[in-house]
């Protein structure tokens, strides 16, 4: 970090506005607000933040879908060296019970209601249950939208106004104390696998987005559409931090809706899209795509990682619009450790997840033995980065798992580099299968089945078995309901294609894969769904 500027959240907003002044920044359901208008606002969340007794160090959560009061908060908390806590809002009372104890947090801001799901009511369950450890630390509960909230809690109009009594020296006073080193931002995993790891970031993130936007060619004359949710990295860094260091307007949206995507992509003339492979399938698969004018998208920007991924790679490069550019990342490093380039080929834009940005080595190693392994060999992907988690929260024991003692981060993804030094990511090493003793890697089956006709999806997981160890279950997404003689049909559709130990033992249809709030399929959750529907118990 030596070379590069170092801000914090609150300075870039700053800095943003003696830029771009009062040029929009962020448009939202058909309102605008400049860059001017959200230091403004931002400024009028610190004050009431420092009105209810927050200070410097002190964890804020944020629990709402997107919009713009998101936004104020985020840099609100920054301005006075709070630690921002974004809530996944698909959480409901046990775990958020979990993330708001294990945390700590002084502060939460929520939305009383969006669509069906009462937030306000689920923290008031939280509140009142008997959980071990309580709410203890939770001083302050403010709400957007409420008609009424209970005593002791705030309404959104009530917790502005108490700001109107600090001043602005008072503010700016706090805005010098903070740093860029300091913790900023604390993530926490989606406990697809075992309980929620809260990650814990500085300022240091401007410099990854920074990076990124210098490879994407981003100015201010971009238009992204963001309808990743914010309390995810990705749509973290590439939605107000973006906007924030380039000047690229935002067309911040509620959450996702492929047809209200494309609506927007043509209206507001969007040059820039980010998402996953969910979220560009939907769009490829949308009745309006056709309709839809989308002559102004110049890049999109994907995970591309297991095999399975690629033909929606290739599809997304020839039908959605503009060049299409892979990359890597995860919540511990970022969202693009790796990013590819603009004049890549169809190749490297599809079938890698891009080349390291400035700043990341990686490295592949055996796991077993933890040996580097040479260019074009597979095994657990490595990274040594600035951007690294400064650790997970009140828990050392998985730190030090996750980063060994030369400060290599240990991402459990199974890749390769190739002779250039560009990433394939090809799954998650964690989620391999040992089949009698040998290793088989889901994304091999799941890519080979996607080649029948009648499959659409597929995944590949184990099923404790007391004799293979995993016992390979095949769960398919088809085009029509299969019948039993259609099962046998898949069955020997691998006879003589694949190894005995690789073919399935057990294959299932279901009508979709469970995924996360971001788009990803819940790979642990299909799992145990696939162990209900074969009645085999979990031993």
């Given at each position: 970090m030596e070379w590069f500027t170092k801000q914090t959240f609150g300075e870039l907003l700053d800095s943003a506005v003696e830029r771009f002044g009062q040029r929009t920044a962020v448009t939202f359901e058909g309102c605008h607000l400049s860059f001017d208008g959200l230091r403004s606002a931002a400024q009028q969340v610190a004050r009431g933040l420092v009105s209810v007794g927050v200070t410097r160090g002190d964890i804020v959560a944020l629990w709402m879908d997107n919009r713009p009061e998101w936004l104020h908060v985020e840099f609100g908390a920054a301005y006075i060296g709070a630690i921002l806590l974004p809530v996944n809002t698909s959480l409901r009372e046990k775990d958020l019970g979990y993330v708001l104890r294990h945390s700590r947090c002084s502060t939460i801001v929520l939305a009383a209601q969006s669509g069906p799901t009462a937030?306000?009511?689920?923290?008031?369950?939280?509140?009142?249950?008997?959980?071990?450890?309580?709410?203890?630390?939770?001083?302050?509960?403010?709400?957007?939208?409420?008609?009424?909230?209970?005593?002791?809690?705030?309404?959104?109009?009530?917790?502005?106004?108490?700001?109107?009594?600090?001043?602005?020296?008072?503010?700016?006073?706090?805005?010098?104390?903070?740093?860029?080193?300091?913790?900023?931002?604390?993530?926490?995993?989606?406990?697809?696998?075992?309980?929620?790891?809260?990650?814990?970031?500085?300022?240091?993130?401007?410099?990854?987005?920074?990076?990124?936007?210098?490879?994407?060619?981003?100015?201010?004359r971009d238009i992204t559409v963001m309808f990743l949710p914010l309390f995810h990295a990705y749509g973290f860094y590439e939605g107000p931090l973006l906007t924030l260091i380039t000047g690229a307007r935002m067309v911040l949206m509620r959450r996702f809706d492929p047809a209200k995507t494309l609506e927007a992509i043509e209206t507001e003339r969007v040059t820039m899209s980010f998402g996953f492979v969910t979220h560009f399938s939907d769009?490829?698969?949308?009745?309006?795509l056709g309709s839809t004018d989308r002559s102004s998208l110049r890049v999109s920007i994907m995970a591309v990682g297991p095999i399975a991924m690629r033909p929606i790679a290739y599809a997304t490069q020839a039908r959605f619009g503009g060049k299409f550019v892979s990359g890597f990342g995860m919540t511990?490093?970022?969202?693009?450790?790796?990013?590819?380039?603009?004049?890549?080929?169809?190749?490297?834009?599809?079938?890698?997840?891009?080349?390291?940005?400035?700043?990341?080595?990686?490295?592949?190693?055996?796991?077993?033995?933890?040996?580097?392994?040479?260019?074009?060999?597979?095994?657990?992907?490595?990274?040594?980065?600035?951007?690294?988690?400064?650790?997970?929260?009140?828990?050392?024991?998985?730190?030090?798992?996750?980063?060994?003692?030369?400060?290599?981060?240990?991402?459990?993804?199974?890749?390769?580099?190739?002779?250039?030094?560009?990433?394939?990511?090809?799954?998650?090493?964690?989620?391999?299968?040992?089949?009698?003793?040998?290793?088989?890697?889901?994304?091999?089956?799941?890519?080979?089945?996607?080649?029948?006709?009648?499959?659409?999806?597929?995944?590949?997981?184990?099923?404790?078995?007391?004799?293979?160890?995993?016992?390979?279950?095949?769960?398919?997404?088809?085009?029509?309901?299969?019948?039993?003689?259609?099962?046998?049909?898949?069955?020997?559709?691998?006879?003589?294609?694949?190894?005995?130990?690789?073919?399935?033992?057990?294959?299932?249809?279901?009508?979709?894969?469970?995924?996360?709030?971001?788009?990803?399929?819940?790979?642990?959750?299909?799992?145990?769904?696939?162990?209900?529907?074969?009645?085999?118990?979990?031993?």
């Open positions: 937030y306000q009511s689920i923290l008031s369950d939280v509140m009142g249950s008997r959980e071990e450890g309580g709410l203890g630390s939770l001083r302050n509960v403010v709400v957007l939208d409420a008609k009424d909230v209970p005593d002791g809690w705030l309404c959104w109009e009530d917790f502005l106004s108490r700001g109107d009594g600090v001043s602005e020296t008072e503010v700016l006073s706090r805005t010098r104390e903070s740093s860029a080193d300091d913790s900023a931002l604390i993530m926490y995993t989606s406990g697809t696998t075992g309980k929620p790891k809260g990650v814990v970031h500085s300022h240091h993130a401007i410099r990854n987005v920074t990076d990124q936007a210098n490879r994407l060619g981003v100015t201010e769009l490829l698969n949308c009745p309006s511990e490093i970022g969202p693009c450790a790796s990013l590819g380039f603009l004049d890549e080929d169809a190749y490297h834009s599809c079938e890698t997840s891009g080349y390291p940005l400035t700043g990341y080595a990686f490295k592949v190693i055996d796991p077993e033995s933890g040996r580097e392994l040479d260019r074009g060999s597979q095994g657990e992907v490595l990274v040594q980065t600035y951007q690294a988690t400064e650790g997970y929260l009140h828990d050392s024991e998985r730190t030090a798992e996750l980063i060994d003692e030369q400060g290599w981060l240990h991402t459990g993804d199974l890749g390769v580099l190739d002779s250039a030094g560009y990433l394939q990511i090809l799954g998650r090493y964690k989620d391999q299968l040992r089949v009698g003793g040998e290793n088989v890697d889901p994304s091999e089956v799941e890519a080979f089945f996607l080649e029948h006709p009648s499959i659409t999806d597929a995944l590949l997981v184990g099923i404790p078995d007391e004799r293979l160890g995993d016992a390979p279950c095949l769960c398919v997404i088809a085009r029509e309901t299969l019948s039993d003689d259609s099962i046998d049909e898949l069955t020997a559709f691998a006879d003589g294609k694949l190894a005995a130990f690789k073919r399935p033992r057990y294959i299932i249809q279901l009508e979709s894969f469970p995924t996360t709030a971001t788009g990803k399929i819940e790979r642990h959750t299909t799992k145990e769904l696939a162990i209900e529907r074969l009645n085999l118990g979990t031993g």
